[in-house]
């Protein structure tokens, strides 16, 4: 395929003992979104650099642009964006100056690289503090200013190692709508994250990494239902004893009934049409419901699913985090 | 040519630093004014020359070589803060031209030092000393401190690119560049110190490009009648101790540098 802007075969490297990628292959195609979903120490953050040209790969073979990451470093640094996790921007400067710098380090003349540094600026609402030095910045005008500088040269692929970690939920969501106008532009993006609402939300396809692996690879709604089906919840007006059995051809494992015999649960696998199917089946049989709903898996529990540990973004996950060295204590999910 | 507009984007941004930071500026500005005063009025009433000759006379050059050799550490702090933040990595994902993150904080650092060494010079006029010698050998003198400054900074890079943080990189600093600075003629003579220390201080660059520019600002130079090599010939040997700076440190700096930021 020709049309691929960003493409990684078998990528291994390791620090000292520690396996950070462990035969990672990855495909986005122009124009593409690939979420890169994983929990802290995955490996996320390795494979971004190396497909950023920081970091060089112990085996396997990358190609960003149609260049090779490795050989034509150079070639593929003029073709790409990319915003950290971590800030890479001078904190002595005003935000003004770091955009005109990095516009003038990525080949712009003065005039450009003014204008442009302008224009970002306001488009991300930072004109206000463009005068100021970054240290005085909060976190969510850091991380704007950060993926304004990845926007500088108007690369045509974009890397987000983890865009909105650390941001409250305001500045998450604004920084999703920043990210899904960039898309409407063209932009090819490879994007990290620890949420899973997050990859759901702006990715076209999702790659879930863990422990240096691909573990599963699809779109969200494809890896939701490659890890169990969905789960169907009938609450019925008056208990009825017949109940289980007139849902019996649609559930895929036992019906659980609820003491007062009103709430009827069990897994379903989830096909189009399927509350009405069933609201229709159940009018048949002269029971009448309440209410009836199909929960699609959360990818929550598809990660439980495929890892065995939870995300994150789950309670559990979130304890796990803030008790590890990497936890991020400013972290606040939505 | 946009290798040279790396460069100067670079340079500038150091620049940049050292005015927003300030205990850079105070060390290119304030320690200087400090330090010529202190040594001048201070020791200037104990030392006596061999050979006669006032103490301010003979202590300015000395003072230059003493500022810019401290201040060259702001070269290895300035590098290893870069180093400890995510910013030479944002340059690195950009097309920018590799030798120039280096080239460029050398190149700010002469500037600097070109400030340090006015401050000296303009607060020597003030409490009295005078260059003799001709306007151009009085330049010269101020070219030699100059090119043995840009010959540290490589060197101070280079302890920057090994130190793990900036207050590392301060101390070590601190540990190698002040004995430089004190063992030689810099801000007494040679003469009455235990051999020994003699030598090293006869043969410490320092001495060498001090002698040198005291031999062309035409001030006191008791020094010239020692009998060592470098203090026989202080130009040529002001010049060699420059050019081996460079020449070793420059091409370490570079090693030193690709070897810190690949992983």
């Known amino acids: ?21 462990d035969g990672v292959d990855l495909e986005v195609p122009a124009g593409a979104i690939l979420g890169v979903l994983g929990p802290n120490g995955a490996g996320k953050t390795t494979a971004v650099r190396i497909l950023t040209t920081l970091s060089l790969p112990d085996a396997g073979s990358a190609r960003v642009a149609g260049h090779d990451v490795v050989r034509e470093a150079g070639a593929v640094r003029r073709k790409i964006g990319v915003t950290a996790q971590d800030a890479t921007l001078d904190e002595v400067l005003t935000g003004r100056e770091n955009l005109v710098m990095i516009g003038r380090l990525g080949g712009l003349r003065r005039a450009q690289a003014d204008a442009r540094a302008e224009q970002l600026l306001a488009e991300f609402e930072l004109t206000d503090a463009a005068g100021r030095l970054l240290k005085t910045y909060s976190g969510g005008m850091r991380r704007r200013l950060d993926l304004a500088a990845g926007l500088v040269t108007r690369p045509p692929v974009l890397f987000l190692d983890e865009p909105t970690t650390g941001l409250d939920p305001n500045s998450r969501a604004r920084m999703w709508e920043v990210i899904r106008g960039l898309v409407a532009d063209g932009v090819t993006l490879l994007l990290t994250t620890q949420y899973l609402d997050e990859a759901d939300e702006l990715a076209d396809r999702i790659v879930v990494i863990d422990r240096g692996r691909v573990i599963a690879d699809g779109t969200a709604a494809e890896l939701k239902a490659q890890t169990g089906g969905a789960r169907l919840e009938v609450t019925l007006s008056e208990p009825r004893a017949e109940a289980p059995a007139a849902l019996e051809e649609f559930v895929s494992g036992p019906v659980h009934v609820s003491h007062d015999g009103r709430r009827l649960r069990a897994p379903v696998r989830s096909a189009a049409g399927l509350a009405t199917t069933i609201v229709r089946a159940l009018d048949e049989a002269a029971i009448t419901v309440d209410d009836v709903e199909v929960h699609q898996p959360s990818l929550d529990d598809v990660f439980f699913a495929l890892t065995g540990h939870p995300t994150a973004s789950s309670p559990e996950g979130e304890a796990a985090a803030a008790s590890s060295p990497e936890g991020d204590p400013q972290e606040v999910v939505a | 040519m946009k290798r040279l507009r790396d460069l100067a984007v670079l340079t500038r941004r150091n620049l940049v630093h050292i005015k927003r930071e300030p205990l850079q500026l105070s060390d290119v500005t304030v320690q200087p004014v400090l330090f010529t005063l202190l040594f001048v009025y201070v020791f200037g009433s104990g030392v006596v020359l061999p050979g006669g000759g006032s103490y301010k006379s003979f202590a300015i050059a000395g003072l230059l070589a003493m500022n810019l050799t401290t201040s060259a550490m702001g070269t290895a702090v300035g590098l290893s803060s870069d180093l400890g933040s995510g910013v030479i990595d944002r340059f690195r994902t950009l097309a920018v031209w590799r030798p120039a993150m280096l080239v460029g904080r050398t190149f700010a650092d002469l500037l600097t030092a070109a400030i340090c060494s006015a401050f000296v010079a303009v607060t020597g006029l003030i409490v009295g000393w005078r260059p003799e010698g001709s306007v151009l050998a009085t330049l010269g003198g101020f070219g030699v401190f100059l090119l043995f400054a840009y010959g540290l900074s490589w060197a101070c890079a280079c302890l920057g690119m ?74 040529l040997a002001a010049l060699l101790w420059s050019a081996a700076l460079i020449a070793v440190f420059a091409p370490l700096a570079t090693y030193l540098y690709r070897r810190r930021t690949t992983d």
């Open chain 1, 1 to 21: 395929m020709t049309d691929l802007m960003i493409e990684a075969h078998a990528l291994e490297k390791r620090f000292g003992a520690t396996v950070a990628l």
């Open chain 2, 162 to 235: 090994i130190s793990e943080s900036p207050e590392s990189a301060q101390s070590m600093g601190l540990v190698v560049f002040f004995p430089l600075a004190i063992v030689s003629n810099a801000l007494v003579p040679t003469e009455r110190m235990p051999a020994v220390l003699k030598t090293i201080a006869d043969w410490n660059p320092v001495s060498a490009v001090t002698s040198a520019s005291r031999k062309l600002f035409s001030n006191p130079n008791p020094s010239a009648s020692i009998h060592a090599w470098p203090m026989e010939h202080p130009m």
